[in-house]
């Protein structure tokens, strides 16, 4: 539809032309200005924010109730504390012996499970692996646990596909720095062994010595046992 440059803000190709302009209200394509494409039974609507899976949710409950240290919480919200060592209870409160911060359900410090909530919120493809942000706000709406956010942010940070796929915004790297170059021959060298060769002449190993200046190789034929070949071994050889 044709539009005047004051009411066109936002300009395309089409909206430009002037030869598709109304030329009255019964011009028959008035009717075809504003259609609803998907309609409510040509799509389903689905939640985003799906809840998590039954299994888990009972295991945090269960956990709760049993866990000791959720248990030792109870009780010091029940003489009336106000801090129990590094945790603060102004906010927390026992509802038929569940442990709640505000209206947030208490994750028990266990980490194998913690572990099992953030994958469950974060894996989940209609959020699609979303960031650290958005990941605690969700688990936040419902859990809490001490070092929520620390948590988290460790789990996303050795995600597997959240590294391939997304581009790190960390602070560049510094540029690396070379090594000196030496001033005379074999003041610097470069040490590395060459093992699980086939046995010849009781030898299955090579010791590799290179000169950094001047790349000179020496080689010398060893043997590694099943014990890690010992620093003291590598000076005598070095030292023939």
Excluded: G, P
């Amino acid at each position: 539809m044709y539009r005047s440059d004051k009411q066109n803000i936002k300009i395309d190709a089409l909206t430009r032309r002037a030869d598709v302009v109304l030329r009255d209200s019964e011009d028959e394509r008035i009717h075809y200005q504003w259609i609803t494409i998907l309609t409510s039974n040509r799509m389903k609507i689905a939640d985003l924010e799906k809840n998590i899976s039954e299994s888990i949710y009972k295991q945090i409950l269960e956990t709760n109730e049993i866990d000791e240290n959720c248990t030792l919480l109870r009780e010091a919200i029940a003489r009336d504390e106000t801090q129990y060592e590094s945790i603060k209870l102004k906010n927390c409160r026992v509802q038929n012996e569940i442990l709640y911060k505000d209206s947030q359900l208490w994750v028990s410090f266990n980490e194998l499970l913690q572990m099992n909530l953030i994958r469950e919120i974060h894996d989940q493809s209609s959020v699609d692996h979303s960031d650290i942000l958005r990941t605690v706000k969700v688990i936040k709406r419902n859990y809490y646990w001490s070092f929520m956010r620390k948590t988290i942010d460790r789990y996303i940070r050795n995600c597997y596909i959240c590294q391939r796929s997304k581009t790190s915004r960390n602070k560049s790297n510094d540029l690396l720095q070379s090594l000196s170059i030496s001033e005379q021959r074999w003041q610097d060298i470069a040490i590395n062994f060459i093992i699980d060769l086939s046995d010849s002449s009781e030898y299955n190993a090579i010791l590799t010595i290179i000169c950094r200046l001047s790349k000179k190789r020496h080689y010398i034929s060893c043997i590694t046992d099943d014990e890690d070949i010992t620093v003291e071994k590598t000076a005598e050889m070095l030292i023939q």
